[in-house]
């Protein structure tokens, strides 16, 4: 079995189009592009929060994963948002308790 890197780099109009298409697999990229290159940390953590609700449990466990890296790269989230999100995603998804743990790990050492 052969493992293919794919670098979550883009910019923003790409990551705003990828999102706009709504393609599952090109969702989650722009998702994790944006927690890693995104400047503006307000917009990348509200978008991340309105895919934290998709109904897709892979979108949503990529808005978390995406929202520790807001939190690491920018220092601040407003966090009274982000736990309640994390609540009404783990109430949808159970099994994204452990990312929710690991990225809440995350916005306490950097935030």
Same mark, same amino acid.
């Given at each position: 079995?052969?493992?293919?890197?794919?670098?979550?780099?883009?910019?923003?109009?790409?990551?705003?189009?990828?999102?706009?298409?709504?393609?599952?697999?090109?969702?989650?990229?722009?998702? @994790?592009?944006?927690? !890693?290159?995104?400047?503006?940390? $307000?917009? =990348?953590?509200?978008?991340? #929060?309105?895919?934290?609700? %998709?109904?897709?449990?892979?979108?949503?466990?990529?808005?978390?994963?995406?929202?520790?890296?807001?939190?690491?790269?920018?220092?601040?989230?407003? @966090?009274?948002?982000? !736990?309640?999100?994390?609540?009404? $995603?783990? =109430?949808?998804?159970?099994? #994204?308790?452990?990312?929710? %743990?690991?990225?809440?790990?995350?916005?306490?050492?950097?935030?």
């Amino acid at each position: 079995m052969s493992l293919l890197y794919q670098d979550p780099s883009m910019n923003h109009d790409k990551a705003s189009t990828l999102l706009a298409e709504g393609k599952e697999t090109d969702v989650i990229a722009a998702l @994790i592009s944006i927690g !890693l290159n995104e400047t503006d940390g $307000a917009w =990348a953590q509200n978008t991340c #929060l309105h895919y934290l609700n %998709s109904e897709n449990e892979n979108v949503a466990s990529a808005a978390i994963t995406a929202l520790g890296h807001v939190a690491r790269r920018h220092g601040q989230l407003e @966090i009274e948002k982000v !736990l309640a999100a994390f609540e009404r $995603a783990k =109430a949808r998804f159970p099994s #994204l308790e452990p990312v929710i %743990s690991d990225t809440l790990e995350d916005i306490e050492l950097f935030t």
